[in-house]
């Protein structure tokens, strides 16, 4: 497989054709998922709940989020590598430009960050100097503590127009990918309208140009219970792993997945 750019997630979108997001915290399921044909692996730092059995991404350090992208980079069979910078890693602009070099040192393509208009200086800084960020918007995990739960976001007018207005700022700014979690599905069809760079979605309905899950809850590999807008792919398959990724894969695509059933109203 050729090696999947920035310059593919966009001329991708351009031609209406969906891609598709995993997260990867190590260097086998790395291999798997991008031999699959999944364009993006997200080193996420869902890997404080999947990997470490914290009860949110809060206690995860730069450090774990450095080691798992190098896991992941061993072996990725050339897919574009996408890392969080952990919570609390980004707080000042000094510190931002630290975190990210260490990320992409280890081999991360893009790196990404959760909040909106309080980054714009951050991303336009980090755009500058070499470094493409996703701004991760709506249900920002990190934030958990001040949301007083996992809530959707953008149900009341102010906050929907909030996140339009932080969607346009990021994209000005200069991100190269916008990620959103957990908003109604009208809202980010809505938002699809107002900007131009590639949208990764997860809870956020079928119309974004890609869809995200996290690996472990995709292969049914999970011990509470599912969010709405998991689906285990493990029966859509050959009962292989490679099998239920290959399923999400053609099911993204094919825009049977994510259905009315896994979205917001
Ligand atoms: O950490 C993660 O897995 C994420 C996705 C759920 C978008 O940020
Ligand atoms: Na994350």
């Keep these: 497989m050729m090696a999947i750019t920035l310059s593919t997630l966009n001329k991708l979108k351009q031609e209406g054709t969906k891609f598709t ?61 996408m890392a969080d910078l952990p919570f609390m890693t980004y707080a000042t602009e000094e510190q931002t430009f630290d975190s990210c070099a260490a990320l992409m040192r280890a081999g991360a393509h893009v790196v990404k960050l959760e909040g909106g208009a309080w980054l714009k200086d951050s991303v336009k800084k980090l755009s500058e100097r070499g470094v493409p960020v996703c701004i991760h918007l709506g249900l920002t995990p990190q934030s958990v503590n001040k949301f007083g739960g996992y809530k ?62 996290v690996l472990h809850d995709m292969l049914g590999a999970t011990t509470r219970k599912p969010a709405k807008f998991v689906k285990n792919f493990m029966p859509e398959g050959d009962g292989s792993i490679q099998g239920a990724i290959a399923a999400y894969v053609a099911a993204v695509k094919s825009g049977t997945f994510p259905g009315p059933e896994h979205g917001f109203a």
Aim: aromatic share 4%; glycine share 8%; net charge negative.
């Design 152 to 213: 959707v976001q953008g149900r009341d007018p102010a906050e929907r127009d909030a996140l339009i207005r932080d969607s346009i700022a990021a994209e000005e700014a200069g991100a190269a990918i916008l990620l959103y979690e957990c908003i109604p599905s009208d809202l980010m069809e809505l938002i699809m309208t107002k900007v131009s760079i590639p949208v990764i979605g997860i809870g956020a309905g079928p119309s974004s140009d890609a869809q995200v899950l």
């Design 21 to 81: 997001c995993l997260t990867a915290y190590d260097s086998t399921f790395s291999n798997l998922a991008s031999s699959a044909g999944v364009e993006v692996l997200l080193v996420g730092d869902s890997l404080g709940n999947v990997l470490q059995g914290h009860d949110s991404t809060v206690p995860v350090t730069l450090q774990d989020m450095i080691y798992h992208t190098q896991c992941v980079r061993r072996g990725n069979q050339g897919a574009l590598i």
